[in-house]
């Protein structure tokens, strides 16, 4: 009987746990500090990061235009009779 109490309870004990982990409202905006709000000077500084990194991207994607094959030096050379049917 004992047994059956303590695994119940504990059964109980784990679903509330899931369900709380299922809360709508994150628990860092319980936070004291935490404003959900940015200002125009941190909205300013993020849309600066975000141009550089724009730029960045576009930059190395413009000079790496090449295929590359990864396993190119893993694999053998495909034999010859290979090549001449396609």
Known sequence: MLRTTVYAVLIVMLTMEA?????DIPRIQSMPG???MRTQQEREKDGEIDRAYKSTVKSTSDTEKKKSDPWGDVRSAPPAAAKNKQ
């Open 19 to 23: 369900a709380s982990a299922q809360e």
């Open 34 to 36: 935490y404003s959900p």
